[in-house]
């Protein structure tokens, strides 16, 4: 944050949106002043916006990590190296800098070096408009922990939905920022199979639905989201919500609430965690 940029390497073109030369010219000398989120994309807004030709104007960059993403900050401090990372799984050899995988690298004027790192490459960084911005924020639908997060807007958001329960809460369009994990976690605390088809579920079961987002959610971010390896947040800390996981990851154990052992299928593509004793 607010550190100048002095140089912006593309090692990937197709990380980003325009020819590796505007990219670079929008952000050499500039540097990032607010960073948002919008469900699982990131908002790196400028501080000094950008004309890239006729009336496009650019103000932000947004990234998104997608399934391997990886954004690895590094700096150098006499013989000592910080180095902060989150994103996809960390393993040692992610920390040997720059590698194979490595799309995109900001160097700052305090030596520091922040990595784009994507495994699959399904990530990218795009220069926006303050309109581009607006259009993509739009397409997303309500979120937890905001305004619009009402009882009726979710009853909205399942409205005539012909699909299960499952794919309902993962449809970033409809409601935003629940991913695998906690999509069956929180039908766990609904007691529903995440099969069910939306149209087959009560008036009570999604209330109770609705009641668990945000009780899951409130849990995992207290402790700081799920671990997976050597996972790291932006602050460096690892998270350790995987010791409260009731279903995820939990296949052939008892479930802490009834005994039956947890079940894994495949729902639409996606591994899908429930327990046949507690779930209905």
């Known amino acids: 944050m607010n550190k100048k940029i002095v140089q912006v ?146 009853l909205a958001a399942l409205l005539k939905r012909k699909v299960t329960i499952k794919v309902a809460l993962l449809d970033q369009k409809k409601i935003a920022g629940i991913g695998n994990i906690y999509a069956d976690e929180v039908c766990f605390c609904a007691g529903v199979l995440p099969t069910r088809p939306v149209v087959s579920l009560s008036a009570a079961e999604k209330k109770k639905i609705f009641v668990c987002i945000t009780e899951i959610l409130k849990m995992a971010i207290k402790h700081r989201g799920t671990t997976f390896k050597d996972y790291l947040d932006s602050e460096g800390k690892k998270g350790n919500y995987t010791d409260f996981l009731k279903v995820f990851d939990r296949e052939g154990e008892k479930c802490g609430r009834c005994g039956n052992l947890v079940k894994k299928i495949k729902s639409n593509g996606r591994g899908t965690h429930f327990c046949p004793g507690c779930q209905h």
């Open 9 to 154: 390497e593309i090692r990937q073109a197709k990380a980003v949106n325009f020819e590796n030369k505007f990219f670079v010219q929008a952000l050499r000398g500039n540097s990032f002043g607010e960073i948002d989120r919008r469900g699982k994309l990131m908002i790196f807004r400028l501080k000094k916006s950008f004309k890239i030709s006729g009336s496009r104007v650019i103000t932000s960059v947004l990234a998104h990590l997608k399934m391997t993403g990886q954004l690895i900050y590094e700096k150098k401090i006499g013989k000592k190296v910080e180095v902060v990372a989150g994103g996809h799984k960390l393993i040692e050899k992610d920390f040997d800098l720059p590698n194979k995988h490595t799309q995109v690298i900001f160097t700052f004027d305090d030596r520091g070096e922040l990595f784009f790192n994507d495994l699959r490459r399904f990530g990218y960084m795009k220069l926006a408009t303050v309109e581009e911005v607006q259009k993509v924020l739009s397409a997303f639908g309500i979120e937890p922990f905001t305004k619009n997060f009402t009882y009726e807007n979710f």
